[in-house]
């Protein structure tokens, strides 16, 4: 029968889509929340832990820089550039570390922070301070250098500190704790700060913190690499997590399809759906032998195939539909010229088996299609179109 569109089904797609759509909505507020919370230092974060304000900043002012959301391990080694891997989530591998230390050597310069952050360099001999890391402290410059000359003294909440004494120049500490040092490696400059708070939202407008975020990157045409792959961004994602439009994309393509398919089911072709024939003949053949075979009842099959052969062919001979074998036999013989006494015998094993109990399916069977041989043999059989009237 026709398939049948009403204005319910169509109201029921769309109010399904308008669910899903509420669903994406709802889920893409909820992960900006908790990206604008993060305390994380990534440039996509608004929150006061994140550090996209330093990012739009440097990109106003004029900076080479971009989002590196892919290994270390592909960093260019032309010496040219400067990298900010800033309280990464998780430490480097030896290859990593191998191909900073490569990077710094050629002539680059990477400003790492933290204690995670320091392992990333050739020299990470920091130890945490997590007491430090609880409050904003003043940390004066304590070595004559551009960047010192730049901001005499930072804002930051120191969560680690320089733990070893090296060939490195110490730039802020307070007390005797080292916050912030610097040091050579081949032609480059590894720079270490103990927390990222200079550069996020919250911490870059303290006084001194911007000044010291401009001088440790150096001259504003050195491209500037951020490193977003330490943080677990990765191209695509991490743009699409940014300006949502992946969010507004699947709402609008949720939409086109809902629109799509309500106005399809209402303007095009209604087919009726093909009915399934439950007559075939082949299947009540199969019906019915299932029946016989379950009841046991082979004598009935083969009294109805005797029935009928009789009933054709008396009809024929123009004789009772209850004359003897022998005389039907001999009639055949007579009027139709076929001598043999085969068929007297089969009309007698087929009067004698309607009322054999114990009859044998495959017996049963031999004497039907022997009945089938003769019905042929003497024209017995009529045509398919008169058969089925």
């Known amino acids: 029968m026709p398939s049948r569109v009403t204005a319910g089904s169509d109201r029921n797609v769309l109010i399904a889509v308008a669910g899903v759509s509420l669903a994406l909505i709802v889920l893409s507020l909820v992960l900006a929340a908790r990206a604008d919370e993060a305390d994380t230092p990534t440039t996509y974060s608004a929150g006061s832990g994140g550090a996209k304000a330093a990012y739009l ?24 550039a400067t990298l900010i891997v800033a309280e990464p989530d998780v430490a480097p591998t030896a290859d990593e570390r191998a191909a900073v230390s490569r990077f710094i050597d050629a002539g680059g310069r990477v400003v790492a922070t933290g204690v995670v952050g320091a392992m990333f360099l050739p020299e990470h001999r920091t130890a945490p301070d997590p007491i430090g890391g609880l409050t904003w402290r003043r940390l004066a410059a304590r070595s004559p250098s551009s960047i010192t000359r730049a901001a005499p003294e930072i804002t930051m909440a120191p969560g ?7 060939p490195i120049l110490p730039l802020y500490g307070d007390g005797a704790r080292t916050r912030v040092i610097m040091y050579n ?60 439009m992946s969010w507004l994309g699947a709402q ?73 074998a022998d005389d039907l036999a001999r ?24 009322y054999d109990a114990t009859l044998t399916p495959a017996a049963a069977l031999a004497l039907v299609q022997s009945l089938a041989d003769w019905s042929a043999r003497l024209g017995l059989v009529e045509p398919r179109s008169k058969e089925h009237a």
């Open 57 to 80: 900043l440097l990109e106003a002012a004029g900076y080479s820089q971009q989002r590196w959301e892919r290994s270390v391990l592909e960093l260019p080694r032309d010496g040219r």
């Open 160 to 166: 680690a500190f320089w733990d070893a004494e090296a």
């Open 185 to 244: 490696v081949g032609r480059g400059e590894a720079v270490w700060w103990a927390s990222a708070t200079p550069l996020t939202n919250a911490g870059i407008r303290e006084p001194g913190n911007l000044e010291f975020l401009l001088a440790c990157l150096g001259d504003r045409r050195r491209p500037v690499y951020w490193d977003e792959y330490a943080h677990g961004y990765q191209a695509l994602p991490a743009a699409a997590i940014d300006t949502g």
């Open 252 to 324: 609008l393509l949720l939409v086109l399809v809902a629109v799509i398919a309500t106005y399809s089911r209402r303007s095009g072709p209604v087919l009726a759906a093909p009915a399934e024939n439950r007559l075939s003949p082949l299947e009540f053949v199969r019906t019915l032998g299932a029946l016989y075979e379950r009841a046991g009842a082979a004598a009935v099959a083969v009294d109805i195939a005797c029935e009928r052969f009789r009933y054709r062919l008396t009809r024929v001979l123009g004789l009772r539909t209850d004359a003897p």
């Open 331 to 354: 009639a055949v013989s007579d009027r139709r010229s076929v001598h043999d006494p085969e068929l007297a015998t089969l009309l007698r094993s087929c009067e004698a088996a309607r």
